[in-house]
């Protein structure tokens, strides 16, 4: 029994997490101004937006040609950013950058950028998308997240989808989804 004993503890942390969300989405549905407030917010964040990736280039949000711009908040210690992150990655080997940019926003405090490598090798990551090191948490912080992962894609600036959650990106759902983004 014992040996059962993290396995039992992680069903019963991750049932509550998730009776969690679908208590607070209950509660919440039907606040639409709530929600386009937060959505107004993270447009004005988007279109601010200018970061540097690990290998040292410059991304201005609003210079970039792609009509579908996809933030991914995660970090190294997160099991459900890492379960994503394969769907991701194949996700985008669908499209080109001109069609999809992915900036994907490391939030790991210690160690960030010997974390950041390891999940690099780990997952083959290659040029599918952009790793950006949150430094001390400060992008996640200005769009005031409490939990990861958190994705938004934006389509020419506008929040089309949030996701508070893992996801799978790669669904044949998503894949319509963003075919129908990209032809705008």
């Not at 942390?13 to 386009?36: D, I, S």
Request: with cysteine; hydrophobic share 40%.
């Amino acid at each position: 029994m014992k040996k059962f004993l993290p396995l039992v503890v992680f069903v019963l942390v991750f049932t509550g997490f998730l009776a969690g969300q679908v208590g607070w989405q209950a509660l919440f549905a039907g606040t639409t101004t709530k929600k386009e407030n937060q959505y107004s917010t993270y447009e004005d964040l988007f279109l601010k937006g200018r970061f540097e990736t690990i290998e040292g280039k410059k991304i201005e949000i609003s210079k970039l040609n792609s009509p579908v711009i996809i933030y991914n908040f995660w970090a190294s210690w997160c099991n459900p950013c890492l379960e994503e992150m394969p769907s991701l990655i194949s996700m985008k080997k669908k499209f080109k950058d001109e069609e999809v940019q992915i900036l994907a926003f490391n939030t790991d405090e210690e160690e960030q950028l010997k974390n950041i490598n390891k999940i690099v090798k780990k997952l083959n990551i290659k040029q599918e998308f952009n790793i950006i090191a949150d430094k001390n948490t400060k992008i996640a912080e200005s769009f005031k997240f409490t939990a990861i992962p958190v994705t938004i894609i934006f389509n020419r600036g506008k929040v089309v989808h949030f996701s508070n959650g893992p996801m799978d990106f790669d669904s044949p759902e998503m894949i319509e989804k963003m075919k129908k983004w990209i032809k705008g």
